[in-house]
């Protein structure tokens, strides 16, 4: 391979238009070879706008200056379309999270080891530093023993047709941005956490959640608690609470590149670093592309590991939730 990893986008979705085709395109290590779409019409308007070809799914499967796939598809299709891109002979970068179901998100990570290829989900918030500073300011012991984890992230109402709405495609807020919290708690506290209670709003009239709060413990005893909704003033943020200090990150999922976080522990404003987290993403899939690295490689494993983990920590807040008693007007 040449020191340029060639992309096609399978799916034309919003998300893939507003912030990873401009980060692909301006990334001096990768090219938008193609993008794909059931659409004709769609996928046109996407390669005039990235100076790319323009083809239906299985043909960007076939085209031979495709090195990478990434995939912004409904939750729903993922699966499927991971699965034929791996047997393609394609490394996937895919939206998170990989899979609605544990079992199949285990079985693509199985299917990635067993051809050689690289596998992840698009999370793109652990590749910000200000979490990696938050580690190690509890690693350091500067709030004590940590007690308690709350993640929290909501945003305002969704239109009314938005495919996040659409139960056939795996809508649903659990799903579409409670996996973010749960996703944290896992960068900062670790793997060993369960799920211990979780409560669901469902719109009855779509047949998905747009609202829900869980609660886990993590192995060493850390009480953890998150929130998620459609229906919310925006709410992007995470707290931590030990027995010396507590601390607050706002816009901690989603800050833009300018973003300049602030950490605050108790009355004290921790300034941090700006960054791009959606180019130090890529960038970090396409080292480890360069480098030649699959799934088996042990830090691909234990990012699979990860991705797996939130996936059947989301099937767990999905199993163990009551229903909220609440019903549309």
């Known amino acids: 391979m040449t020191g340029v990893v060639r992309f096609g986008v399978l799916g034309c979705a919003s998300f893939a238009w507003r912030r990873m085709l401009p980060a692909l395109r301006a990334h001096p290590r990768t090219a938008v070879a193609a993008v794909a779409s059931r659409d004709a019409a769609k996928a046109a308007r996407f390669a005039a706008e990235f100076s790319c070809a323009a083809t239906d799914y299985r043909g960007l499967l076939d085209r031979d200056d495709v090195d990478v796939v990434y995939l912004p598809l409904p939750l729903a299709l993922r699966p499927r379309w991971i699965e034929a891109a791996l047997r393609a002979g394609k490394h996937v970068l895919s939206e998170k999270p990989l899979a609605l179901r544990p079992w199949d998100a285990r079985r693509l990570v199985r299917l990635a080891a067993e051809r050689g290829l690289l596998l992840r989900d698009n999370f793109l918030f652990p590749h910000h530093p200000q979490h990696d500073r ?3 300011l509890i690693a350091a012991g500067r709030f004590g023993r940590l007690r308690s984890f709350h993640g929290s992230f909501c945003i305002p109402p969704l239109p009314a ?13 659990l799903l579409d941005i409670g996996v973010y919290p749960l996703r944290a708690a896992q960068l900062l506290l670790g793997g060993d956490i369960r799920v211990v209670g979780a409560s669901l709003r469902v719109d009855e009239s779509r047949g998905v959640d747009v609202a829900g709060q869980a609660l886990l413990v993590a192995g060493d005893g850390v009480l953890v608690s998150i929130d998620f909704g459609f229906e919310h003033s925006y709410e992007c943020s995470y707290s931590l609470h030990g027995s010396v200090a507590a601390a607050r990150l706002d816009r901690a999922y989603t800050p833009p590149a300018q973003w300049r976080p602030v950490l605050r522990i108790a009355a004290e404003a921790v300034p941090l670093e700006a960054a791009d987290q959606v180019g130090a993403a890529i960038g970090s899939f ?5 480098a030649g690295r699959s799934v088996r490689h042990s830090a691909e494993a234990r990012r699979c590991a990860q991705a797996i983990r939130t996936v059947e920590l989301a099937e767990a807040v999905r199993e163990m939730a009551i229903d909220s008693g609440w019903r549309a007007a």
């Open 134 to 136: 938050v580690r190690e």
């Open 161 to 173: 047709d938005d495919v996040r709405l659409r139960r056939e495609l795996g809508g649903g807020a």
């Open 286 to 290: 396409v080292d480890a592309v360069l």
